[in-house]
């Protein structure tokens, strides 16, 4: 009897507050037909918002693989003054609100900024553009790599690697062949992680994109946009584009597991 | 090509582990560094290898000053205590891993090394694990990996680190003979660091005895017994 109520309860509430909007989604999506759906992704000015978020997703991702392995690395490995500091401050991100963060990098590095205003002589603008949006990504998406490599680190590997260094091995051969083994089911999670919030943020990328339509509208800002403009087919038509690469890094997670599940239980 | 350490000092914050050590490897010679848990056995070992530095004392090699030389440079093989072989690698891919990460000018070519590799699987008596991955091996079977991997090498001298500490007493004392003969069969100057007193002089040709991070005694299982220089070495090999 419980088991059954346990069960109705956690597939009663998955459905209604998960798969339900899900479906509704679509649904509005297609609502006026296909025709006009495929219509409203063709939009040059979603187009141009799909290419904004892919782009700057592909420059935060490299940054944060390279930024969260080096300090991935650095707390498993050495013990140095402002390690914990360094663990904390890493955590920021996640306990900030994103609307915060945003407003933050435009007081520093907006017109009126400290950083802002000493690089705006030389016509150099960070805000309201594309630097503006892959920065706070940056800022909102860097915990999620260094999060995934550090547990991994933590525990295997320090002995593998003193005995590769005993072997000749140097320092760019001993990370290509036993760290980044040892670390690939962290690092591809991290990576995941990150590309599905760089691409997916609102909150601090509204604050600095300076809304330009067709420019620096990102997806999620065009979909609020268009939606605002009581244009629901091409906000909900939008929205699945989105969607649906949400679900893509949902199922190379889902990938990764199982075939790191069964690598692992092969070994 | 014989090894020496020289007045070999070394503190971890104010404490003093090394006290001015001082040990002399001969070429094939088998050098146990025998002590209870604390006395620096370890440290002396590490510092031997690379991969720890000395605060003051010099390492030498066949007349060359190595004490700056980094690990990779010193063509020392290694055999961890928990054998730390590559998880993600095979056997044969672990023991021929110090041949592949030589520069390419000096890299013997693969066929040399899928050659040398099966040699040293054919020394360790497990010819037929080479594919095997070492969480698919048994204890004795992952120290000898391990020690094929620091022969694989050609090591100028050999340093274990309790190698036989994680096998059961069982394995331990069959494997003590393989050992020993393996490396009077390459002929490879070695030090071992154990705290098992029957394994020291089991095995090796010298024991330095250890106390406090200094050497107390360093001499041959025979003249240990004969001449204790202390009540402790007495007490130690009793």
Known sequence: MARRFLIALAVGFLALMVLAPLIAIFHRAFADGAGMYLAAIS???????????????????PVNVIFGIAAAWAIARYRFFGRRALLILIEVPFAVSPIVAGLCFLLIYGAYGPVGAALEPYGIQLMFNLTGIVL???????????????????????????????????????????????????????????????????????????????????????????????????????????????????????????????????? | ???????????????????????????????????????????????????????????????????????????????????????????????????????????PSRREIADRTRAYLEMIELPDLADRYPAQLSGGQKQRVAMARALAIRPRLLLMDEPFSALDAQVRQSLRGSVRALQKQVGVGTVMVTHDRAEALDLADKIAVMDHGRIVQFDTPENLRANPATDSVRALLA
């Open chain 1, 43 to 61: 939009e040059p000015e979603t187009l141009a918002a799909m290419r904004l978020t892919v782009i700057a997703a592909l420059v935060v991702l």
């Open chain 1, 136 to 267: 706070v990504s940056l800022f909102v998406t860097c915990p999620f790599v260094m999060r995934e490599v550090l547990p991994v680190l933590m525990v295997s590997g320090a002995e593998e690697e003193r005995a590769a260094l005993g072997l000749g091995a140097n320092g760019w051969q001993i990370f290509r062949h036993i760290v980044l083994p040892n670390i690939s089911w962290g690092l591809a999670y991290g990576v995941v992680l990150t590309t599905a919030r760089a691409m997916g943020e609102f909150g601090a990328v509204s604050v600095v994109s300076g809304a330009i339509r067709g420019e620096t509208m990102t997806l999620p800002l065009q979909i609020e946009l268009l939606y605002n403009d009581y244009n629901a087919t091409g906000a909900f038509a939008a929205a699945t584009v989105l969607t649906a690469l949400a679900l893509v890094t949902l199922v190379l997670r889902g990938l990764l597991d199982r075939f790191g599940a069964q690598r692992k239980a092969s070994i």
């Open chain 2, 1 to 107: 090509m014989s090894f020496q350490a020289q007045q070999i000092h070394r503190a971890f914050g104010g404490t003093q582990v090394l006290e001015g050590v001082s040990l002399t490897v001969e070429p094939g010679e088998f050098v146990a560094l025998l002590g209870p848990s604390g006395s620096g056995k370890t440290t002396l070992l590490n510092i031997i290898a690379g991969l720890s530095i000395a605060d003051a004392g010099r390492l030498v090699f066949d007349g060359e000053d190595i004490t700056d030389l980094p690990a990779g440079k010193r063509h020392f093989g290694m055999v961890f205590q928990n054998y730390a072989l590559f998880k993600h690698m095979t056997v044969a891919q672990n023991i021929s891993f110090g041949l592949r990460m030589l520069p390419r000018s000096t890299r």
